[in-house]
């Protein structure tokens, strides 16, 4: 059984930095991609930064330059460290994987961590 475990969530001030991590454990052959989401208040959940095919990392514009994805292939984990936090980063943060396991590549998700920056 896979899992995702987020960590790191929490209230914070304008300005400030947060760290979030995640840990994949389960029945992994390999993994494909890793990144986060997230779900802002009265929004549609949106890419937040993922590591594309080749190990590349992605963005969305309202975060680069303040968002730093990383991985441990090793340990299976991926991390997001947040840094000059907005009240509008404000949300439920979810990790993602695509996995390959005995079906083939699946799509698991975290249960997700509550990010608040207030102003």
């Known amino acids: 059984q896979v899992q995702l475990v987020e960590s790191g969530g929490g209230l914070v001030q304008a300005g400030g930095s947060l760290r979030l991590s995640c840990a994949v454990s389960g029945s992994i052959f390999s993994i494909y991609e890793m990144g986060w989401h997230r779900q802002a208040p009265g929004k549609q959940r949106e890419l937040v930064a993922v590591f594309t095919r080749g190990g590349r990392s992605n963005y969305t514009d309202s975060v680069k330059g303040r968002f730093t994805i990383s991985r441990d292939n090793a340990k299976n984990t991926v991390s997001l460290q947040m840094n000059s936090l907005k009240p509008e980063d404000t949300g439920v943060y979810y990790c993602?994987?695509?996995?390959?396991?005995?079906?083939?590549?699946?799509?698991?998700w975290g249960q997700g961590t509550q990010v608040t920056v207030s102003s």
């Open positions: 993602n994987a695509q996995i390959l396991g005995g079906l083939g590549y699946v799509s698991y």
